[in-house]
């Protein structure tokens, strides 16, 4: 069964502090993977989008990582600011136009 | 700035009434549209796949009658949710595939609060 598992379920850290998501998968064919940010109350935006091949991809302070073999990514986020909190979900394709999500984690900044 | 435009942003209507959600994407030509509902605190679920000038794939236990989707345009897809009840009230989302980043480039809409009282 296609599945993703994202870890933790939510996250409380200070401001400027460094913190790392995950997600596993059980997604196959798998095509990429993507993560999104999705403020409360809004329509999730893109963030990174990785495909089979690509191991480390950035974006400002996030960055995200794949391992296609053991089928785990994660998200780092940098220097957290205030308007980092939001739900960030991670999404995987398979070679189909179908969109597997995961729950996502909720990430709250405090100051 | 926004590449999916969805409006209403919220709609209020009463039981028994339709209610139609519009899904656009902007300055490109998506043949692929997503329809999703969002529960608080949960993630969003898919409901129906939606191709220009077909007829939507609707996932497993999505009521097609009471969920008309019709992609009538490259740019335009609606959602109309006929005789809504209570339990019709959700956050709806609506995605477009394409754009400048090709087939793999999803773009979400901002999605629509449907309250049913």
């Known amino acids: 069964k296609n599945q993703v598992e994202q870890s933790p379920q939510s996250l409380i850290i200070l401001e400027g502090k460094n913190c790392t998501l995950q997600?596993?998968?059980?997604?196959?064919?798998?095509?990429?993977l993507r993560w999104y940010k999705q403020d409360t109350g809004r329509g999730p935006v893109s963030l990174t989008i990785?495909?089979?091949?690509?191991n480390t991809k950035s974006n400002g302070r996030y960055t995200a990582t794949l391992d296609a073999d053991t089928k785990q990514s994660s998200l780092h986020i940098t220097a957290s600011q205030l308007s980092d909190s939001a739900s960030y979900i991670c999404?995987?394709?398979?070679?189909?136009?179908?969109?597997?999500f995961g729950t996502g984690t909720r990430l709250q900044v405090f100051p | 700035g926004a590449v999916v435009s969805q409006h209403p942003s919220w709609v209020i209507c009463k039981s028994g009434t339709s209610v139609k959600i519009e899904c656009r994407s902007l300055?490109?030509?998506?043949?692929?549209m997503f329809w999703y509902r969002q529960f608080p605190k949960q993630s969003l679920m898919l409901m129906a796949t939606?191709?220009?000038?077909?007829?939507?794939?609707?996932e497993q236990g999505v009521e097609k009658d009471k969920f008309l989707i019709n992609h009538a345009s490259l740019t335009l897809s609606t959602l109309t949710v006929t005789s809504a009840h209570p339990e019709d009230s959700s956050f709806y989302i609506c995605?477009?595939?394409?754009?400048?980043?090709?087939?793999?480039?999803?773009?979400f809409g901002e999605g629509s609060w449907l309250t049913v009282v």
């Open positions: 995605s477009a595939r394409g754009g400048v980043g090709g087939r793999n480039t999803i773009y």
């Open positions: 997600c596993n998968y059980t997604v196959s064919p798998f095509s990429n």
């Open positions: 990785m495909t089979f091949s690509e």
């Open positions: 999404v995987v394709s398979a070679n189909t136009d179908k969109l597997i």
């Open positions: 300055d490109f030509q998506a043949t692929t």
């Open positions: 939606s191709n220009e000038g077909s007829k939507a794939t609707y």
